[in-house]
C-alpha cells in the first residue's frame, strides 16, 4: 500500500494494489474510489482530507 499527500490541492491518494483501474465510484463530493474489474478496491482519493479526516498529521502502523 501506498500513501501519497499531495499539500498543494490538500488530496490523499491511497493506493492499496497495483491493477487496472475500470471504475471510479464518488462516495461523496471529496470521497473517490477506483475498482477493478473484479470489483475490488485499488485506490481511494480524498480532497480537502484535512477537513475530511481531520488530520494533524498521519501515522502508519503494522503488526508482525
Same mark, same amino acid.
Given at each position: 500500500?501506498? #500513501?501519497?499527500?499531495?499539500? /498543494?490541492?490538500?488530496?490523499? *491518494? ?6 487496472? %483501474? ?8 471529496? #470521497?473517490?474510489?477506483?475498482? /477493478?474489474?473484479?470489483?475490488? *478496491? ?6 480537502? %482530507? ?15
Amino acid at each position: 500500500m501506498r #500513501i501519497k499527500y499531495f499539500s /498543494d490541492t490538500d488530496t490523499a *491518494l491511497f493506493e492499496f494494489a497495483d491493477r487496472d %483501474v475500470t471504475e471510479t465510484k464518488e462516495i461523496n463530493e471529496n #470521497i473517490y474510489i477506483d475498482l /477493478d474489474d473484479a470489483g475490488n *478496491l485499488v485506490v481511494m482519493t480524498i480532497e480537502h %482530507v484535512r477537513q475530511q479526516a481531520s488530520l494533524p498529521f498521519l501515522s502508519y502502523h503494522t503488526s508482525t
